[in-house]
T-cell receptor, first 111, second 112 residues
């Protein structure tokens, strides 16, 4: 079974803090994605990566950066958290047939 | 930007009823996927349809891809409380590489 794990299920941070969200997969998939999910807006793509040290902007990259130093790990970084970044963050990996496997999500609250 | 519109956004029905969820776009997709998400979890793939007009069945769930590959539907027969969840459609554009475009989701509640 594919396993995608995210470092925290729930996180509370203060405005201006630097926030790291980590995602680890155990299936050697090359493609990894970060989404945020908000009610009524569905999943919106923040960043994705096709390989180690490669990254591409998604639809809403502003205020975020990513790091992929190892194939199995894809990190999302909020350089200076703001209240409008309160959301559910979902990491996914992708097979060659384009099926995406999601982690359980991190519910981030920025106060 | 390709958009996928799902309807209805919310659906609350009684156990045993039938329902249909729609996923529509003005864009053509090379494939379309349906996911189900339960509270506190990530979405899980139910099915992928790739051919225009294709129909796939998964027990009481029937998925159809439109002939023009711009729309899809999910029909559930005799819904059960275990079907409760958020249903998401996601399309792979013909020129978007491996990126998926997700619909807003349909929150289904099946009451016993």
């Amino acid at each position: 079974d594919v396993k995608v794990t995210q470092s925290s299920r729930y996180l509370v941070k203060r405005t201006g803090e630097k926030v790291f969200l980590e995602c680890v997969q155990d299936m050697d998939h090359e493609n990894m994605f970060w989404y945020r999910q908000d009610p009524g807006l569905g999943l919106r793509l923040i960043y994705f990566s096709y390989d180690v040290k490669m990254k591409e902007k998604g639809d809403i990259p502003e205020g975020y950066s990513v790091s992929r130093e190892k194939k199995e790990r894809f990190s999302l970084i909020l350089e200076s958290a703001s209240t409008n970044q309160t959301s559910m963050y979902l990491c996914a990996t992708q097979t060659v047939t384009d099926t995406q496997y999601f982690g359980p999500g991190t519910r981030l609250t920025v106060l | 930007t390709q958009l996928l519109e799902q309807s209805p956004q919310f659906l609350s029905i009684q156990e045993g009823e039938n329902l249909t969820v729609y996923c529509n776009s003005s864009s053509v997709f090379s494939s379309l996927q349906w996911y189900r998400q339960e509270p506190g979890e990530g979405p899980v793939l139910l099915v992928t349809v790739v051919t225009g007009g294709e129909v796939k069945k998964l027990k009481r769930l029937t998925f159809q891809f439109g002939d023009a590959r711009k729309d899809s539907s999910l029909h559930i027969t005799a819904a059960q409380p275990g079907d409760t969840g958020l249903y998401l459609c996601a399309g792979e554009g013909e020129t978007s590489g491996s990126r998926l475009t997700f619909g807003e989701g349909t929150q289904l509640t099946v009451n016993p």
